[in-house]
């Protein structure tokens, strides 16, 4: 079972919510910025395109071996840190974690997300009703005050 983080819009449409993996992107490992651009993580694709630059910059000066070594941690942190930046682009676009859910794919997360969340939303609450006095309420007898029914009596 996956873990998967929720994240919906300043207004809360359930149709606009974004279902975020935890933990590793194995895709985002293969395709690299290919990955940030379909996801439309900006942030994540100008970070890695300065990184791999860098390296490309550096390469001259360094030992081969150090180059690919670099070019290789570059790859491995992609597929590691790839859905933080997500969740981080996305709390920069103003959307809230709603919840953290459970499922073995997107599918059955985002089921059992909406289920609970349909429950957990509270019901508009009820027109106000005035309450209805009892006509022997309604009753004040003059000078008594309290549980003291003889005013001037001693």
Same mark, same amino acid.
Do not use: C, K, Y
């Given at each position: =079972? /996956?873990?998967?983080?929720?994240?919906?819009?300043? %207004?809360?449409?359930? %149709?606009?919510?974004?279902?975020?993996?935890?933990?590793? /992107?194995?895709?985002a490992l293969v395709f690299g910025?290919? +990955?940030?651009?379909?996801?439309?993580?900006?942030?994540?694709?100008? #970070? +890695?395109?300065?990184? /791999?630059?860098?390296?490309?910059?550096?390469?001259?000066?360094?030992?081969?071996?150090?180059?690919?070594?670099?070019?290789?941690?570059?790859?491995? /942190?992609?597929?590691?840190?790839? $859905?933080?930046?997500?969740?981080?682009?996305? *709390?920069?676009? #103003?959307?809230?974690?709603?919840?953290?859910?459970?499922?073995? $794919?997107?599918? *059955?997360? %985002?089921?059992?997300?909406?289920?609970?969340?349909?429950?957990?939303?509270?019901?508009? @609450? @009820?027109?106000?009703?005035a309450p209805a006095a009892h @006509?022997? *309420?309604?009753?004040? =007898? @003059? #000078?008594?005050? #309290?549980?003291?029914?003889?005013?001037?009596?001693?």
């Open positions: =079972m /996956a873990l998967w983080s929720v994240h919906l819009p300043p %207004e809360p449409v359930a %149709e606009r919510a974004v279902f975020v993996r935890d933990g590793f /992107a194995f895709w910025p290919l +990955w940030f651009l379909r996801h439309r993580e900006w942030l994540g694709l100008v #970070g +890695w395109l300065v990184l /791999a630059a860098l390296i490309r910059v550096a390469a001259p000066w360094l030992d081969p071996v150090v180059t690919g070594g670099l070019q290789l941690v570059l790859i491995i /942190a992609t597929g590691v840190v790839a $859905n933080d930046v997500r969740r981080l682009t996305l *709390a920069l676009r #103003g959307f809230s974690e709603a919840g953290v859910v459970e499922g073995l $794919n997107r599918e *059955a997360a %985002e089921r059992r997300f909406f289920e609970a969340w349909l429950v957990r939303r509270p019901a508009p @609450p @009820p027109a106000p009703v @006509p022997a *309420a309604r009753r004040v =007898m @003059p #000078g008594v005050l #309290g549980l003291f029914p003889d005013s001037g009596a001693r």
